[in-house]
């Protein structure tokens, strides 16, 4: 029973942070390639960021000096540290873990950038 349980999201103005956290179950956890993607209202669920197995990081453009993404293997929880953020960047945020054909995802936490 694979379980990825995202949490950490809310609402906050533009220029503040917030850190997303994506805990594991179920899975060899240090195996996986996890990321987070994210699907605003009328939008295509989109890539934001990426880490392998081996801790190799990718970004979107759109969050890239921003958003840093990471692991922690003994906890088998993913993050994403969410800095400066954006009207733009608001979102459902999903966790996602993915080891050869095996792909799993989070039911997802909103983050709502607003004054």
């Known amino acids: 029973q694979v379980q990825l349980v995202e949490s950490g999201g809310g609402l906050v103005q533009p220029g503040g942070s917030l850190r997303l956290s994506c805990a594991a179950s179920g899975i060899t956890f240090s195996r996986y390639a996890m990321a987070w993607y994210r699907q605003a209202p009328g939008k295509q669920r989109e890539l934001v960021a990426g880490?392998?197995?081996?801790?190799?990081?990718n970004y979107a453009d759109s969050v890239k000096g921003r958003f840093t993404i990471s692991r922690d293997n003994a906890k088998k929880t993913l993050y994403l540290q969410m800095n400066s953020l954006k009207p733009e960047d608001a979102a459902v945020y999903y966790c996602?873990?993915?080891?050869?054909?095996?792909?799993?995802w989070g039911q997802g936490t909103q983050v709502t950038v607003s004054s």
């Open positions: 880490i392998t197995a081996t801790g190799t990081t």
């Open positions: 996602k873990a993915a080891f050869s054909f095996q792909n799993y």
